[in-house]
């Protein structure tokens, strides 16, 4: 089962910041938040992921609660091309680098002109 | 750099049959992983290999089998083929070797089963 909790869908405004939020409550000291996406037809694609520091890159940003139960993705700008299914996942962590995805059913992001 | 190459993009077998699917990792990935995506299951992981081991197996019947090749190439074979089997089958690598860096999926192939 999905130890993540999103909300099915959510709209944004072009040109303006997307928060997407993700419950993790459960989730243990050990395991990382993900975050994919998937455009429709397309392979999911990697977007970002922390431990319980704030992580950005050139895609997002990445914020966890101090606690480490919830998560926001931040997209700064969201284009119509940002129109997917955004996946939140919490992974073990692998020494070995072996780990596999458990996709729960995502958030719909509708970015609107 | 070149990304994940699957093939082929679609494919229509009949119940029964067989199919093999073929997945070229990103150069100098290690690691491939293949997923199942069906509108009602969602994303399901199927197994991964390392450097020619199955090195994780998810809850899929025994139908359902990889393989992967000195080169990291990959591919995965479904047999006695049934309508459920109808999926989008996507193909992931990784660098494998420590730490958690994220996976790169291919396009995916549609398998149709009629």
């Known amino acids: 089962d999905a130890k993540t909790t999103q909300p099915p869908s959510m709209d944004c405004a072009e040109g303006r910041a997307a928060n997407l939020p993700c419950n993790h409550s459960t989730i243990s000291g050990n395991e990382y938040v993900y975050w994919y996406r998937q455009i429709h037809s397309q392979g999911p694609q990697y977007i970002i992921h922390g431990l319980k520091n704030n992580e950005t890159n050139e895609m997002a940003s990445l914020i966890i609660t101090e606690d480490r139960k919830s998560s926001t993705l931040i997209l700064p700008h969201a284009t119509l091309r940002d129109t997917a299914v955004y996946y939140c996942i919490v992974v073990p962590y692998s020494g070995a680098g072996s780990y596999q995805l458990t996709f729960g059913k995502g958030t719909k992001l509708s970015v609107i002109p | 750099k070149a990304g994940v190459t699957q093939t082929p993009r679609y494919l229509i077998k009949t119940r029964g049959q067989q199919v093999t699917l073929s997945c070229s990792p990103i150069?100098?990935?290690?690691?491939v992983s293949w997923y199942q995506q069906t509108p009602g299951q969602g994303l399901q992981f199927l197994f991964e290999?390392?450097?020619?081991?199955?090195?994780n197996k998810g809850n899929f019947p025994g139908r359902f089998s990889g393989r992967q090749f000195s080169n990291s190439r990959s591919e995965m074979n479904v047999s006695t083929l049934e309508l459920g089997d109808s999926a989008l089958y996507l193909c992931a690598s990784s660098l494998g070797t420590g730490g958690m860096t994220g996976y790169t999926f291919g396009s995916g192939t549609r398998l149709t089963v009629v």
């Open positions: 150069s100098g990935h290690r690691s």
């Open positions: 290999y390392f450097s020619e081991t199955q090195r």
